[in-house]
């Protein structure tokens, strides 16, 4: 029961371009969405986030959407720079629920060609 | 600060033996996880502790324990090492609601 999902195990985009990774999920009670950023040989990072009020959240070059009819959001990066070749993550919580736990999607991997 | 440690970074275990994998924040915070990544797949919840003497399981908890004595301390206890517990181990402390990661212990069962 894969309650987070990001259907594209990888995106190659050029320099400059704009990237769109996308993230579906089913439990309909999840209040809060983040995206994590990863290098090989490091721990996940925090990107950014967005809670279930809001449908936009811009910080930079990055923003993130929220469709909650839909079930789905997004992470938009502009302009895209190769340094942000990464794998990126997806993550929801309840956020009453005990400990806050997240629930990842299965990443995916970014490639920002120069 | 430090963050969030995990020691060792590496380390191979043959069927049925034991070890602790350790993880260490220095922030204070209350709450903490320990995680799984196998290779293509997201990060799976093993256990996580709300605070000190407090401990509950998560998605995956079979073939592991946890204890937490101390804020900063959550050790993770593999009992008897089976090969599906291949894969690279996360550490992770709770503050508001962003989770704060070590860089991974990836451990070999062979």
């Known amino acids: 029961d894969q309650q987070v999902k990001q259907n594209s195990p990888s995106l190659s985009v050029q320099e400059g371009r704009i990237s769109i990774l996308n993230c579906d999920y089913t439990n309909s009670m999840f209040d809060y969405f983040l995206w994590y950023k990863k290098y090989p040989a490091e721990g996940p990072t925090f990107l950014i986030s967005i809670s279930s009020i809001k449908d936009k959240n811009e910080d930079g070059r990055f923003t993130v959407f929220l469709n909650k009819s839909a079930k789905h959001l997004s992470l938009h990066i502009v302009p895209s720079q190769p340094g942000d070749s990464a794998v990126y993550f997806c993550?929801?919580?309840?956020?009453?629920?005990?400990?806050?736990?997240?629930?990842f999607g299965e990443g995916t991997q970014l490639t920002v060609n120069p | 600060n430090a963050g969030v440690t995990q020691t060792p970074k590496f380390r191979i275990l043959k069927i049925g033996q034991s070890m602790t994998l350790q993880c260490t924040q220095d922030?204070?915070?209350?709450?903490m996880y320990w995680y799984r990544q196998d290779p293509g797949m997201g990060l799976k919840l093993i256990y996580y502790s709300v605070g000190a003497g407090i401990t509950d399981k998560g998605e995956v908890p079979n073939g592991y324990n946890v204890s937490r004595s101390t804020t900063e301390d959550f050790p993770l206890r593999l009992e008897l090492a089976a090969p599906s517990q291949t894969s690279v181990y996360f550490c992770?402390?709770?503050?508001?609601?962003?989770?704060?990661f070590g860089p991974g212990t990836r451990l070999t069962v062979l």
């Open positions: 993550a929801a919580s309840e956020v009453e629920t005990s400990g806050s736990r997240l629930t």
């Open positions: 992770a402390s709770r503050t508001g609601s962003e989770q704060f």
């Open positions: 922030m204070n915070h209350n709450y």
